[in-house]
């Protein structure tokens, strides 16, 4: 019982718990900008890196660097909004998906040109789980619960009692009512995008900081992510956490039952359970 | 040096053209024509890789196969089961819209390449097929190549006037008119699942056709040849740059792409070991840069959808005429 | 199709600009794993290939005083790069040999679709896997490194006879993985040892934790991991390491590469062990490993050694053959077939006036006697390393 909880449950919820930081930036902006946004992989491995290049440069403890990777990283997504995805604005949402695809692109490679292709990781040697009756904790482990949690509680404090969460929600909701009201559009996807750029980068820096860093690990959270966003329901923030948390815990423990080699198969499978039997996903999201 | 082995490398670099040309038009029938999404090109290409060497190769121990078959049956056997792949996968996700497709063939073509991976008695896994043989191989190196460059030509031309000529039938406006105004199609009595469906399909076989014919130029097949990077979006960018909706654009595209991304290596390969690396990475930077520059500057392609009875310039998608985003109802 | 026609034309013009070398040079293509799985290893290689092709042109250069050219190209450790880049190497840069590639995938799709139909030779120094000993290949493709079936075998022996008899085994799921995991399995449990979890994994997963906790199960205290230290087998000895799955782990040479010591620390891996190819301790490697150092060189790299034979030992071939690609293959088999004069490494000008007069020759390499058999392989000798400090060193032979 304790080495199920210690070696699938808990790894399942850290997994989780990032892919479901990755989830909420991929729900708000198919709710607010209503397109797929296929970078969001390539965009969190950015943010670990820029969190490795601030410890190396500024010689500080990842911890510290952290919430300045994810500021980074925010303004950084507002950037690319304003480079490549601004003026496809009145074209087929599908265009701007596209373009999505090439940032991730252009995304990969700067992280390999500028920082290799060799796995690295934030700090040289391990860290063995403490015990806590029994239930084995690393403290990254714990630290990355509990940010995530933080970041969710703030987010959601954020969107209702906030004037311009409120106005996130609104367009999520009606764009075309939000727009009347008086809500402005820029303003918002911008918001939006330091919103999702900086809890994008924090899932890639728990990524990279649970595990190690290397230049195709967003890419390879992708599917997972959006199918945890999609699970939730799209647009649905507690959604998306809850889509995180089954996607991670549901990969680690497919390992009992299928071949290893398929672990990364099962997003995939919960993916098509969602599209064929409840596309709305678990909380009533858009289907677009 | 005989004026044969100088050709050499054109004849290679030709071959590839054509085979990323049967992709494009693949590629072209489901997003040119129908307005799809398929993010996982490479697993169709996959696909018809590996059935048609499992059709063709001859017998080995420890995996399917090794029919020794004829080369054209590999080629029909691989589209057959590409298109047979796309059908539960159409049938699934076609319903939304297609940023759930491209998500679902992301994840496809990632199984297919697992599979690959992963089954021996299937595959014979990581270590894959070889002794793939290819028409006429038998030929000194130079005049192969020749031959299979003329094999690979005529099937581009034969499947390039079979879909234009469809492209320019009714079906191919009526594909048009479901991917512009699905509801108004709809409300026409078109069966606009079903007609999607048909497109992907059909663009998934000419895909999976561009597989066999590269196995058997490559006369070997491993899981990491499919490159999800490579494959897929070096053939979305031939699309978009020559012109999605123009079968003559994608080719010029696959052309103009595969050129540039084949000779540009040559002159990395020149740089010392430590700027080659970042080279090489640079260039796929370019690759992803350029499409948005195409997306931005010239979103219709070298060579715009020409669509008959209607001035050119309305039909821009650039410039999203105000009915269709009043309606909300964009390309599906 | 004009754009076509003109497309073609302009690149006829730019390949045959490429293609036509200056006068007098004998061009060799060096197919190196510059990106790709490989990449971490690439830097030190390509020190190596060029250090050789240096070397031998410092000393008379080949033929009549032609200079050697070593062209680099990038097999990108994946067989569509390889193949695209042994086409150019074979068809633009008119080569007359290939040094290369790295990866085994690489190897034969370069082989099959390029070199092989060409009638190019092509010597690889660190493609392993045992699929190519039976390739097809018109006796063409050659290798300065030993394949993993005997590394497998080798590491199964040792750790039977250092009385380890129980094991997991976790290897990643690509031909080195499957080829070397196979070998271990098949003689460790002819030999008696037990293997209590036999498992692959997937090279990009962010976690290994639950397959690990599988393979634990099965009650053995020792891991055998078959992978590459630089990528997933990394994050799998990490995670085995901080969640105490096992308490020994066993890799092979793949896991030989300074970045587990780097990212783990020397401290943490006192139960680490990697088997790896050797050079017999030899005169050879001795001489080899002063004037690489001397040139800037990492010795402990891997397959340095190797690499430079494979230079070499093509360049004697071209020597002996007279430049006649057609005689390659034969002529590389004369050069190091154990009988003649011994040639060590950088004794170019011997080994040239030896060719001139007549007279047989038989280099030792810095990696080994390499001496091919009739599959083009070369027999092994390994030795188990262990983490001392931050570096490799051998623990004990292996037989």
């Known amino acids: 019982m304790l080495s199920f909880v210690n070696f699938f449950l808990l790894p399942g919820i850290v997994q989780g718990s990032i892919y479901a930081l990755g989830a909420i930036g991929i729900t708000l902006v198919f709710a607010i900008m209503r397109y797929g946004h296929f970078a969001h992989g390539d965009l969190a491995t950015f943010g670990a890196f820029i969190a490795l290049a601030f410890t190396t440069m500024l010689g500080v403890s990842p911890y510290i660097a952290l919430p300045l990777a994810v500021l980074a990283t925010g303004v950084f997504a507002i950037g690319i909004d304003r480079l490549f995805y601004a003026h496809l604005r009145t074209m087929p949402k599908i265009i701007t998906t596209i373009a999505s695809f090439g940032v991730a692109l252009m995304l990969r490679s700067f992280v390999q040109v500028v920082w290799g292709v060799n796995t690295t990781s934030y700090a040289r040697g391990i860290t063995r789980p403490e015990n806590w009756f029994g239930i084995r904790v690393k403290s990254h482990e714990l630290v990355t619960l509990l940010v995530a949690i933080a970041l969710v509680v703030a987010l959601h404090l954020f969107l209702t009692r906030n004037k311009w969460g409120k106005a996130m929600r609104a367009m999520s909701d009606n764009p075309d009512l939000a727009l009347l009201s008086g809500v402005d559009n820029n303003k918002v996807i911008a918001l939006t995008w330091i919103v999702a750029g900086g809890l994008c980068a924090a899932s890639g820096f728990f990524l990279g900081l649970n595990t190690e860093l290397k230049s195709l690990m967003g890419w390879n959270i992708l599917l997972p992510t959006f199918a945890a966003a999609i699970l939730g329901g799209v647009g649905r923030i507690e959604g998306a956490i809850v889509g995180g948390l089954i996607v991670g815990i549901a990969e680690e423990l497919s390992v009992l039952v299928i071949p290893g080699e398929y672990k990364v198969m099962s997003a995939f499978g919960i993916l098509l359970l969602v599209l064929l039997f409840r596309p709305t996903g678990l909380f009533r999201g858009k289907v677009l | ?103 679902v063939t992301i994840g496809v073509a990632e199984g297919i390449r697992l599979v690959a991976r992963s089954e021996e008695w299937l595959t014979n896994s990581a270590r894959g097929i070889s002794a793939i043989p290819r028409p006429f191989g038998d030929l000194p190196y130079a005049k192969a190549q020749l031959v299979y460059l003329g094999i690979t030509a005529l099937i581009l031309l034969v499947a390039y006037v079979l879909v234009q000529r469809q492209a320019v039938s009714p079906w191919g406006r009526m594909m048009r008119a479901i991917r512009d105004n699905e509801s108004a199609a709809q409300a026409m009595g078109k069966d606009v699942p079903y007609r999607r469906l048909e497109a992907f399909i059909l663009g998934s076989a000419l895909m999976g056709l561009a597989g066999a014919l590269y196995v058997h130029l490559a006369r070997t097949i491993t899981p990491d040849a499919i490159d999800p990077m490579l494959i897929t979006f070096l053939v979305w960018i031939m699309v978009i740059l020559g012109g999605s909706g123009n079968n003559r654009g994608v080719l010029l595209g696959a052309i103009i792409v595969w050129v540039i991304w084949s000779t540009s290596e040559i002159v990395t390969d020149q740089l010392p070991s430590e700027y080659a690396l970042k080279a090489k990475y640079g260039r796929m930077f370019l690759i992803g840069l350029l499409l948005q520059l195409v997306l931005r500057f010239r979103p219709e392609g070298i060579l715009p959808e020409k669509l008959r009875k209607e001035p050119r310039e309305e039909r821009r998608v650039g410039e999203q005429d105000s009915v269709t985003q009043a309606t909300g109802n964009i390309i599906n | 199709m004009k754009a076509k026609h003109l497309g073609l034309a302009s690149l006829l013009l730019g390949a045959s600009a490429l293609a036509t070398p200056a006068l007098a040079d004998v061009n060799i293509g060096l197919l190196n794993g510059i990106t790709g799985g490989a990449a971490a290893m690439a830097p030190e290689i390509t020190k190596s290939l060029q250090f050789a092709v240096d070397q031998i042109n410092e000393q008379g250069g080949v033929l009549q005083g032609e200079k050697l050219v070593g062209i680099m190209a990038d097999d990108g450790c994946s067989p569509q790069v390889a193949a695209d880049a042994a086409t150019k190497l074979v068809n633009v840069s008119q080569v007359i040999g290939v040094v290369g590639p790295l990866c085994s995938g690489a190897l034969m799709a370069a082989a099959n679709s390029a070199t092989i139909p060409a009638g ?265 390393f262990k983490v001392a400090g931050d570096d490799w060193e051998v623990e004990t032979e292996m037989k």
């Open chain 3, 120 to 384: 190019v030779i092509l010597i690889s120094q660190s493609a392993t896997s045992p699929e190519i000993t039976t390739l097809k290949d018109n006796d063409l493709v050659f290798r300065t490194i030993p394949s993993d079936e005997y590394q497998g075998q080798a590491l199964a022996r040792t750790l039977l006879d250092r009385g380890t008899k129980k094991v997991a085994v976790s290897f990643i799921n690509n031909d080195y993985g499957k080829g070397i995991a196979e070998a271990f399995k098949k003689e460790y449990e002819a030999k008696g040892g037990e293997i209590s979890g036999y498992e692959a994994h997937e090279e990009n997963k962010s976690s290994y934790r639950a397959d690990l906790a599988g393979l634990a199960q099965g009650g053995a205290d020792t891991l055998v991991l078959l992978d590459y230290g630089d990528t997933s087998g990394l994050t799998v000895l990490r995670e085995a390491i901080e969640n105490g799955f096992f308490e020994k782990f066993v890799g092979a040479e793949g896991m030989k590469t300074s970045a587990p010591i780097k990212a783990i620390g020397a401290d943490n891996l006192t139960t680490f062990m990697a088997s790896a190819p050797v050079s017999t301790k030899s005169e050879a490697l001795d001489i080899f490993n002063k004037a690489f150092a001397e040139a800037g060189g990492d010795i402990n790299a891997s397959y340095v050694g190797p690499s430079y034979d494979a230079v070499f030992l093509l360049a004697l071939a071209i020597e002996k053959a007279g430049g006649d690609k057609s005689k390659l293959s034969e002529s590389l088999r004369a050069v190091s077939n154990g009988e003649g004069e011994p040639i060590l490494p950088g004794e170019w000008k011997k080994a040239k006036e030896l060719i001139a007069g007549g007279k047989a020759i038989d280099y030792k390499g810095a990696s080994g006697e390499l001496n091919f058999d009739a599959n083009g392989d070369v027999p092994g000798s390994y030795a188990l």
């Open chain 2, 1 to 103: 040096m005989e004026w044969i082995t100088v050709l050499n490398y054109p004849v290679y670099l030709a071959i590839f053209i054509c085979i990323y040309g049967c992709l494009a038009i693949g590629l072209n029938i489901q997003w040119g024509y129908a307005g799809l999404f398929n993010a996982g090109v490479a697993g169709f290409f996959a696909i018809g890789a590996y059935t048609s060497a499992i059709l063709t190769s001859p017998w080995a121990e420890g995996r399917l196969g090794g029919f020794d078959l004829p080369f054209p049956v590999g080629l029909v056997g691989a589209m057959l089961l590409a298109g047979l792949l796309a059908w539960p996968i159409g049938k699934i996700c076609l319903r939304f819209r297609s940023d759930y497709l491209a998500i």
